[in-house]
């Protein structure tokens, strides 16, 4: 049987016998673009999605992200599904804070983008008020694969992200936007 | 099922502090004074005849076009060996929103008059921790009032004509 390795996800580099020479940068890219470990923040019907994404028939695990972490001290992908009310916005920050750099955050659904159809006292419009979001996924609640098109976008990110980059001055403006210490 | 007797009795010993009895569906509202309402609830609950021992929910009302009788409360009270539920009702004007606790009958009414304070803003006299319980504490005001809007108000990216507004 002929096995068909697809090898178009190689970094650039200069390739020789038993040897393959690239930037720094694109290992660890590779390496932790393949082994995300995501935290599902999950608080309504988008967490059932996401659930179903995870599940045998989506299967997260094809991402390296079978390992679901429930703490955030050991996350890189924080995954924000559903509804967040103004009295969790803060809730939800800390756990944002407790991740270690570098780390990653999906919106995932109306709700945490926007708000959704809660236009009210008591909801946040949009997670991107305390706390930075990579991707959005828009849906109500979005399918799972929409979610995993968000996950490769991520990967896309992860992959290509320059090693520096949170140690620059741009990035921590960006945090100080936001008053995340 | 409430009968005519039941709440003939009940009528004679709220006495004075009943103001009018009204049905609503299956339910039998008593209408009480403010002035009465604690008197008239721990009679109901301690009574060994009435026996309305539990205190099921209880509400705020608002009703700005009532003019001196804004707000409201409600107490739906359940004789559980009978299966007899009344609704027990009091009304007030704007700028008087002290109401009587009734913590020291009921227990559970704690949590129910906080949330009654965090939506409405009644002052529940002899509370023990009158906080809010389920908005956030930095909220400055009572959000069900039907004076706010029920869209949020702090919101700024939404522009009018978007709306239809």
């Known amino acids: 049987m002929a096995v068909n390795i697809d090898s178009k996800n190689q970094p650039e580099g200069y390739e020789g016998q038993g040897f393959f020479a690239t930037r720094l940068d694109s290992v660890v890219g590779l390496a932790r673009k393949n082994s995300l470990w995501p935290l599902p923040f999950a608080t309504s019907c988008c967490g059932i999605e996401f659930m179903a994404t995870m599940g045998s028939n989506y299967d997260l695990a094809r991402f390296g992200m079978e390992r679901i972490s429930f703490s955030p001290r050991q996350a890189d992908l924080l995954i924000v599904a559903g509804t967040i009310s103004k009295k969790l916005a803060p809730i939800l920050r800390q756990v944002y804070e407790q991740m270690a750099e570098p780390k990653w955050v999906i919106s995932m659904g109306a709700c945490a983008s926007s708000g959704g159809i809660f236009d009210t006292y008591s909801v946040l419009q949009g997670i991107d008020r305390v706390i930075p979001v990579d991707v959005y996924v828009p849906g109500c609640p979005p399918r799972p694969e929409q979610l995993i098109d968000a996950i490769m976008k991520i990967q896309e990110m992860v992959s290509t992200e320059r090693r520096d980059r949170r140690d620059g001055e741009v990035y921590q403006k960006m945090l100080d936007g936001y008053g995340i210490e | ?165």
């Open chain 2, 1 to 165: 099922m409430i009968t005519n007797e039941i709440k003939n009795l009940i009528a004679s010993k709220l006495g004075d502090a009943l103001v009018t009895v009204e049905q609503h569906y299956d339910f039998h509202v008593y209408i009480v004074k403010k002035a009465n309402l604690h008197a008239a609830l721990k009679m109901l609950k301690e009574d060994a005849e009435l026996d309305f021992h539990f205190l099921t929910t209880m509400c705020g009302i608002h009703s700005p076009e009532n003019e001196g009788a804004e707000f409201g409360l409600m107490y739906q009270l359940h004789n559980m060996p009978n299966n007899i539920r009344i609704r027990i009702r009091t009304f007030m004007s704007k700028n008087d929103l002290d109401v009587p606790t009734v913590t020291d009958l009921w227990a559970s009414s704690n949590w129910q008059e906080r949330q009654e304070y965090d939506f409405y803003g009644f002052n529940f006299v002899g509370h023990p921790m009158l906080t809010r319980i389920l908005n956030m504490d930095e909220m400055n005001y009572h959000p069900m009032r039907r004076e706010y809007a029920l869209e949020d108000a702090w919101r700024d990216d939404k522009e009018d004509k978007s709306f239809g507004r």
